[in-house]
């Protein structure tokens, strides 16, 4: 390949996996965030207690600092008063190998959010691809290199999947039911490596489970913890994730089978129903490692 070519995939979005060296990330700050209108589990919650944008901002620059220092640099979307949920960018779209899609936001309160990233994608040059079949949130999709799973939620519906099927006719889409209950797949399973998920069995269906056990080994966790979103950790590459200092028994399962546990303080924002994951948008993951600092 020339150089030429090199630099020219060097600048395009580029994800093959859940856990590959995360290199460029999409955020929003959780500055106007509040719970509006109750859309999932948590939110009904904490409801009455609501979210403190003071904490949630300053816990929002924690994740941004970490992410610096772990060589990830973090880009920032605009935000908007109007979508009090858009620090979660992980449901607007989603990159699968060298193609940015652009979801289809199920929640009237989060509808337009996608708006934004369509623009920061057309400022770059990109060609982001819209899902318009169906609705399809980001939250949904777990990218395995030619695996991709995708959740049955209410917020994904099985013409966005069939849209996604056309869209990648080289890559094997597997949809995973979920229960009423769940918001999104990532809230209760998520790729650690290629043969390593974690997961809350209780939400899958058994001929999925069996499905899954075909492919990796199973880090289970415990109804506690995936009420408090353990699941949904951040892979930043080389067995490295971050996650809740709260969720104890996970990180402990996550130490003992290789991972480095980066602990951030992120106990506002996930009164709102997402954590770590939900909040960023990988753009850019490389399988080559990066150089110790």
């Known amino acids: 390949m020339d150089s030429m070519r ?8 580029q994800c093959m996996s859940e856990y590959d060296d995360l290199e460029e ?3 929003c700050s959780p500055i106007y965030m509040e719970i509006k209108q109750i859309i999932n589990e948590t939110q009904k919650h904490f409801a ?10 300053a816990q929002h620059k924690q994740l941004i600092q970490t992410l610096k220092e772990n060589q990830v640099r973090p880009i920032l979307l605009p935000a908007n008063d109007r979508f009090p949920e858009q620090v979660f960018t992980r449901d607007i779209g989603f990159t699968i190998g060298h193609t940015l899609f652009v979801s289809s936001m199920a929640a009237p309160v989060r509808q337009r959010e996608e708006q934004y990233l369509k623009e920061w994608a057309h400022a770059k040059g990109w060609s982001a691809v819209t899902l318009t079949d169906g609705t399809i949130e980001g939250g949904d999709v777990l990218v395995d290199q030619n695996r991709v799973f995708v959740g049955t939620s209410k917020r994904t519906s099985p013409a966005a999947i069939y849209q996604l099927k056309k869209e990648l006719p080289d890559h094997d889409i597997i ?7 769940i918001l999104h797949l990532d809230c209760v399973m998520n790729i650690l490596s290629h043969d390593e998920i974690i997961i809350y069995p209780e939400a899958f269906k058994q ?14 966790i415990s109804e506690q913890e995936q009420f408090t979103l353990g699941p949904n950790v951040l892979s930043i590459g080389q067995k490295k994730v971050i996650s809740l200092p709260s969720n104890q028994e996970t ?12 602990e951030v303080d992120f106990s506002e924002i996930i009164k709102s129903g997402g954590s770590f994951r939900c909040c960023t948008l990988p753009i ?3 399988s080559i490692k990066k150089a110790s600092m």
């Open 6 to 13: 090199a630099e020219q995939l060097y600048k395009m979005p």
């Open 25 to 27: 990330v999409l955020l």
């Open 48 to 57: 009455k207690e609501n979210i403190s944008q003071m904490k949630a901002v």
């Open 175 to 181: 949809p995973i039911h979920l229960p009423p209950h």
């Open 207 to 220: 001929k999925d489970l069996q499905l899954l056990k075909t492919y990796y080994d199973l880090i289970e």
């Open 251 to 262: 990180n402990a399962a996550l130490t003992a089978h290789g991972y480095t546990v980066i």
């Open 284 to 286: 850019r993951r490389s």
